[in-house]
């Protein structure tokens, strides 16, 4: 027993504490919130607003962290694009266009598509530290503690290679079945409309359908493999098989909460993006007038464009990934007493494990 009171109905005004119905009617909780949320079972507004005050608190070491990633996988990315497009002696831009070079277009096409996965490698490896520094910043939030200096490139240094091997097995999963599903639905409307009957087309509609459902059961089933993987410091199918019996009678609640993340995530980068291209746009026509195709003002252009893209999806990512980690905290907490590790973790405060007392009685 952790000394919590078992979970009850309780009054309008607070989800967590106050007077409580049932076996403790009457009896007061004392406040059990040392950190960006309440050491209870969580509501989802409790998720969003631990998501949103753990960003805030914790903005400025989490957001340089994830700058210096950022930045370094751009450098990366745009070396690697100008190497490609060095070595291969001609445009990248015509490397797939049939018989464009020749040899050397067969060769730019070679050099096209190591590039294509050296820019996925890097970005796989970039979104695995920014998840990672996200899910130890929560770690410290949850508490209300801080993370020492230097202690994120510390941790997620030591984390990283497990945490790419565990991703990485999620993608070829959950990841390669959602991009199998996606193709025969696309397959089915570009040969539905040659085919005659339905019948023609019905296996890759259901095979296409039965596919995407496997990839969002499976990317579910996993969603805590992150967590497990960086917090609790579990090997790769260690993390999947754990993130499996966490999930376990939380599938639809873990599918709806990451779901609704996704998609506040989204709207608010697509905010930060229509803002950003009112300044991007004028910029951009102008860097387009400077020259024609393959000049500097295009590559400019082009440069400005990635960055209008790619800035608020990436300012988002910790939002999404801290999300998911409160997730985690609170099914933790509903099955196996959490509760309490997070309110030793803490130290001595009002949240500490106590009896509850009658109101008005002496502390």
Known sequence: MSGFPPPGPQQPHSPHHGPHQGPYQGWHVPPNKPGVIPLAPLLVGDLLGGAFNTIRRLSGPLYGYVGKVAGLAALVISSAVLLAHTVAGVSLWDAGRTGSGGAGGTFALGVL?????????????????????????????????????????????????????????????????????????VSTFVFGAAQ???????????????????????????????AVCVLEGKPPMAALRRSGRLVKGAWWRTFGVTALASVLSGALAQVAQSALLVVA??????????GDA?????????????????????????????????????????????????????GPGPWSPQPPTRPGSPA
């Open 294 to 346: 393959g000049s500097t003002g295009t590559v400019v252009a082009l440069l400005i464009v990635a960055l209008v893209m790619v800035a608020p999806t990436v300012t988002m990512l910790p939002f999404t990934y801290a999300i998911a980690a409160l997730l985690y905290t609170d099914r933790r907490i509903r099955t196996e007493d959490h509760a309490a590790t997070l309110a030793a973790a803490a």
């Open 281 to 290: 746009v004028p910029l951009t026509f102008l860097a387009l007038a400077t």
């Open 196 to 226: 005659t009957s339905l019948a023609g087309v019905l296996p890759l509609l259901l095979g296409g359908l039965a596919a995407l459902t496997a990839a969002a059961y499976l990317y579910v089933r996993f969603a805590f493999s992150s």
């Open 113 to 185: 598509i190591l590039l294509v996965t050296v820019c996925v490698a890097v970005v796989l490896v970039a979104g695995s530290a920014v998840e990672a520094a996200t899910l130890v910043a929560v770690s410290h939030a949850v508490v209300g503690t801080r993370p020492a200096p230097g202690e994120l490139h510390t941790r997620v240094r030591a984390k990283l290679p497990s945490l790419v091997l565990c991703r990485l097995l999620l993608a070829l999963t959950a990841g390669c079945l959602g991009a199998a599903g996606y193709g025969m639905l």
